[in-house]
């Protein structure tokens, strides 16, 4: 029997309106020097997340997106502003290279605002800093809010996984959150099975299936469905349901199409994977809901 409606709660997605914020990522000669970047230079808001039957948007979590990186609760407080025609949460950013001293400071501006987690982009010079010892001190003190971190990095570097292992262990109630399915490609895929066949073994893991769009540097193109059942299908043998979660990446994915396309692909290709309903239940809104709506 066709479900009547599907309930989507969209864990990775991102709106901002230009004039508000200072966004120097988006500027258009500051990098990423993305072909496509034109796309993403313009407003978006809760308002441009609509979704048609048979989909329902019950709920959202905004990803910091660099309103200001040195104020960064300056974010949090025009996102509680804007109006949300559902449920959302905000994860804000937080600067774990900054001294020890600046990152307090930073997390305790934050507080008041009651945001789900904090994140930091471990790429590139930044991969350094998920190996900083300060690291676990700043954990602790997410661990203590009760806040959880998402980690942006290359999971299959085994420096990276073995790390976020270290920090599982350390602080055990601290939640992780994966970004982008930890960057996997092609080129790294066996790499970034081992990783997750270790992950898999710490409850407080998980991962957003999302960010397909920025394999092709900011090039309009074509969503890969074969890649992304791949990626799929060895997820779900590595971690239970209810540590995955997909995810949109809103509006970078409107390099591959529009949002409405992205849950119409996503149902789809997990039903022609052979994915239970319940299963696809939990990877569409209960995994989310239990761990930014709890």
């Not at 937080?94 to 001294?99: E, K, M, N, V, Y």
Request: glycine share 6%; net charge negative; hydrophobic share 40%.
């Amino acid at each position: 029997m066709r479900e009547a409606s599907l309930g989507i709660i969209d864990p990775h997605l991102h709106v901002w309106q230009l004039s508000a914020g200072d966004y120097h990522w988006l500027r258009p000669n500051n990098p990423p020097h993305w072909p496509e970047k034109a796309v993403l230079q313009q407003d978006f808001l809760p308002a441009d997340l609509a979704l048609q039957s048979p989909f329902r948007l019950l709920g959202a979590v905004h990803i910091e997106a660099g309103f200001n990186n040195q104020r960064p609760e300056q974010e949090l407080s025009w996102l509680n502003q804007q109006h949300w025609p559902f449920a959302y949460r905000s994860v804000a950013f937080l600067d774990c290279a900054a001294p020890l001293s600046e990152v307090e400071r930073m997390l305790q501006a934050l507080l008041p605002y009651q945001p789900a987690g904090v994140r930091h982009i471990f790429e590139g010079e930044d991969e350094a800093v998920l190996q900083r010892s300060e690291l676990e001190t700043i954990a602790g003190w997410l661990a203590q809010h009760q806040l959880l971190l998402e980690v942006q990095c290359d999971l299959s570097k085994a420096g990276n996984w073995q790390r976020l292992v270290e920090l599982a262990v350390k602080q055990p109630k601290l939640q992780l959150v994966l970004n982008h399915a930890g960057l996997v490609t092609p080129e790294r895929f066996s790499g970034w099975q081992q990783a997750l066949q270790q992950l898999g073994h710490y409850p407080t893991i998980s991962m957003k299936l999302s960010g397909w769009e920025m394999q092709q540097a900011g090039v309009a193109s074509s969503f890969d469905s074969r890649w992304f059942q791949r990626v799929l299908s060895a997820a779900l043998e590595l971690l239970p349901t209810d540590r995955l979660m997909l995810a949109s990446n809103f509006p970078l994915c409107l390099w591959q199409g529009s949002y409405q396309h992205l849950w119409q692909r996503y149902e789809q290709l997990c039903q022609q994977l052979g994915t239970s309903q319940a299963d696809r239940q939990w990877l569409r809104c209960q995994t989310a809901a239990q761990i930014y709506f709890k």
